[in-house]
């Protein structure tokens, strides 16, 4: 082991203590080891953490999403640098999922030489202590759910990605973009409702042309991010959103996504609704705020977070509904039982992938909060009795 490496090493082992002070100086020494020799280690050692995850079932995006929760600005940079290193290193076949991925991270990769330099911005202290912070983060990871196969994986030249009507998902993106501008209610309900009754007949066709097809879909997933504030109501609305289509949701708090196991029409309804639903609830929230606050009252957290609760309940229902009526529609003999088998393949799934699940009930503790989050989600039909409390999936 080189010393530039001892000095990592040793750097590393401060880092992941409680002694500020022994993680102070172990930085000191590596300020002063050789800059060279330092900078390659450090690549070196990320490039391999960062590779390692990949196999665990990380995904460059879910490891960005977390770099961004956890590490500073310049640390979830430096992260996106090892991963466009790795990718260097990757032997085919590498999905086009994962190259999309890199990119739209803006991970690009020149050249080794000053690599830590040319994100130093002239201070290299508070750079080593970024890296060395983002190599303890990525050096902890615990292994995750695998939705996808990885990198160099036999099954990567298998696995597929059905097409999800490219044209129908316009007119979705257009209908809820309507939703999101209007400052109306009750006229972003209906262009919410109508996009999910669109999502429902093509998914209700993905599933008959598949039920016949040689090689039939299995489940596949997606993770959508539940940062802070009110991570649980976020979590809470995706869960609804993947019922109304079908999928089932499991959050995990601590790295800060909720993973959504469904087919893969099903999966892009669930993305394209959650993300607009999130733009209005956002939205409708502040113009509850901006209602208390001229009646009195004022902002807090519990009215915030009950706000958003009711709301993911009610929108929850009228996707349902909608999802209900396009089935209902569809004079088909075979629709009920292949349904019904995707549904079953899909809890299969998440028995597998989480065994472990465990269910937490949120508190609603804000009458007001609950009211208004209820009418923003459904002003044509206010229900203001108390609010059935319904247990949100959570990994352990």
């Not at 060395?132 to 902890?140: D, I, M, P, Q, T």
């Not at 489940?219 to 609804?240: F, H, M, N, S």
């Amino acid at each position: 082991m080189s010393s530039a490496e001892q000095l990592l090493d040793a750097a590393l082992a401060a880092a992941r203590g409680t002694d500020v002070r022994a993680a102070e100086r172990a930085l000191d020494r590596l300020v002063v080891g050789a800059g060279a020799d330092v900078d390659a280690a450090l690549l070196a050692r990320l490039t391999r953490a960062v590779g390692r995850l990949w196999p665990r079932g990380w995904q460059p995006v879910d490891l960005d999403r977390l770099a961004v929760r956890r590490l500073t600005p310049r640390g979830a940079r430096l992260l996106r640098d090892g991963v466009a290193a790795q990718r260097r290193t990757l032997p085919d076949p590498v999905p086009a999922w994962f190259d999309e991925q890199v990119t739209d991270l803006g991970a690009r990769w020149d050249t080794d030489a000053g690599w830590l330099d040319r994100r130093a911005d002239g201070d290299r202290i508070t750079a080593l202590r970024d890296a060395v912070n983002a190599l303890v983060l990525v050096e902890g990871l615990p292994p995750i759910a695998s939705l996808r196969p990885p990198p160099g994986s036999a099954a990567v030249s298998r696995a597929a990605v059905p097409a999800t009507g490219s044209r129908m998902l316009d007119r979705v993106r257009a209908l809820l973009a309507k939703a999101e501008s209007t400052g109306y209610p009750a006229e972003a309900e209906a262009f919410t409702a109508k996009a999910q009754e669109l999502m429902a007949r093509h998914s209700i066709d993905a599933a008959l042309l598949d039920a016949a097809a040689d090689r039939p879909d299995r489940p596949g997933g997606v993770r959508l991010g539940t940062d802070a504030p009110y991570a649980a109501a976020k979590a809470l609305l995706i869960q609804e959103v993947a019922a109304a289509n079908r999928c089932e949701s499991v959050w995990s708090d601590d790295l800060g996504f909720a993973t959504v196991l469904g087919f893969p029409a099903d999966l892009a309804a669930v993305e394209l609704l959650h993300t607009s639903l999130l733009v209005q609830a956002t939205a409708a929230m502040l113009r509850g705020r901006a209602e208390r606050g001229r009646a009195g009252g004022r902002r807090t957290k519990v009215y915030d977070e009950s706000f958003l609760n009711a709301f993911a309940l009610r929108i929850g229902e009228r996707l349902r509904v909608a999802s209900t009526a396009a089935a209902e529609e569809r004079d088909d003999d075979r629709l009920l039982p292949v349904l019904a088998a995707r549904s079953d393949a899909v809890r299969e799934r998440l028995d597998q992938l989480f065994p472990g699940t465990t269910r937490h009930r949120l508190q609603v503790r804000d009458a007001d909060g609950w009211t208004s989050g209820t009418s923003a989600a459904d002003r044509a039909s206010l229900d203001p009795t108390a609010p059935a409390r319904r247990p949100l999936r959570g990994a352990r």
